[in-house]
């Protein structure tokens, strides 16, 4: 169902190969695999009006289709190895999409799998967000620890001694009077087609944060696996959607 006659789709990432867990986007939380639990937050949505899966790998392609989600395509060998960029799976995915439905999207939204704990009102929220400011991009973000900031963050020299990533007249900063500060989550990106399509971009300068204030987890080692299934049946409610 259109917002305002406005066309949204969704696209799930999800390629097959995976050096620090191998079949990831396969593996299980909470008794569904990454790619369930994308399809089912994507196919919740009464606003966006397609959710395609562009993967390379046949049996992800049959977990997605199980789960409702289009398959129109196989994604190219080039846009599936470890150095292939979110921006031009994105793209590609994006115009395969509109050549197979022959119409315009006007906005999209991104939904990695690695991400199993979003909820619905995440990606609604992010979408309404992007339609009722015409902003050309927004994204969830979550709120950095204090100790994981700028002032906190040290390098290893050349020589192997410890120096500190700012200078030292800002590194010595009292922790409560340290800034706030976000890192991108992976629960969604929404930009509109002159964004992705025309300018080739996700981030960028004028985008707005969705804040998310919750633990999440973005999959990418097995402990991140373990700790979402940990919060997947304590705090969670076994409901991701």
């Given amino acids: 169902m259109s917002i305002k006659n406005l066309r949204v789709?969704?696209?799930?990432?999800?390629?097959?190969?995976?050096k620090g867990i191998p079949r990831k986007n396969l593996q299980?939380?909470?008794?569904?695999?990454?790619?369930?639990?994308?399809?089912?937050?994507?196919?919740?949505?009464?606003?966006?009006?397609?959710?395609?899966?562009?993967?390379?790998?046949?049996?992800?392609?049959?977990?997605?289709?199980?789960?409702?989600?289009?398959?129109?395509?196989?994604?190219?060998?080039?846009?599936?190895?470890?150095?292939?960029?979110?921006?031009?799976?994105?793209?590609?995915?994006?115009?395969?999409?509109?050549?197979n439905h022959c119409c315009i999207?006007?906005?999209?939204?991104?939904?990695?799998?690695t991400s199993p704990l979003r909820r619905r009102e995440d990606v609604e929220l992010a979408i309404n967000t992007l339609i009722s400011?015409?902003?050309?991009?927004?994204?969830?973000?979550?709120?950095?620890?204090?100790?994981?900031?700028?002032?906190?963050t040290l390098l290893i020299r050349p020589d192997g001694m410890i120096d500190f990533y700012l200078p030292v007249s800002q590194s010595q900063s009292i922790r409560q009077l340290i800034p706030s500060y976000y890192h991108r989550n992976g629960i969604c990106y929404v930009v509109s087609r002159h964004q992705l399509i025309k300018r080739s971009l996700i981030v960028a300068p004028g985008s707005l944060p969705i804040i998310i204030d919750r633990p999440i987890v973005n999959i990418d080692e097995p402990f991140d696996l373990a700790l979402a299934n940990w919060l997947?049946?304590?705090?969670?409610?076994?409901?991701?959607?």
């Fill in 9 to 18: 789709l969704a696209v799930i990432p999800a390629r097959g190969g995976s």
């Fill in 28 to 99: 299980p939380v909470g008794g569904f695999s990454l790619v369930a639990h994308t399809a089912r937050i994507a196919k919740s949505i009464k606003s966006i009006d397609a959710a395609i899966l562009s993967t390379d790998d046949s049996d992800i392609a049959t977990e997605g289709k199980r789960f409702g989600l289009e398959v129109p395509f196989v994604r190219p060998v080039e846009l599936s190895g470890d150095l292939a960029r979110s921006v031009d799976v994105w793209r590609h995915a994006w115009l395969q999409a509109e050549k």
């Fill in 105 to 113: 999207y006007d906005f999209s939204v991104l939904l990695e799998p």
């Fill in 133 to 152: 400011t015409g902003v050309e991009s927004c994204f969830t973000v979550s709120p950095t620890p204090a100790h994981y900031s700028p002032q906190k």
């Fill in 232 to 241: 997947y049946e304590n705090q969670y409610n076994c409901a991701s959607f």
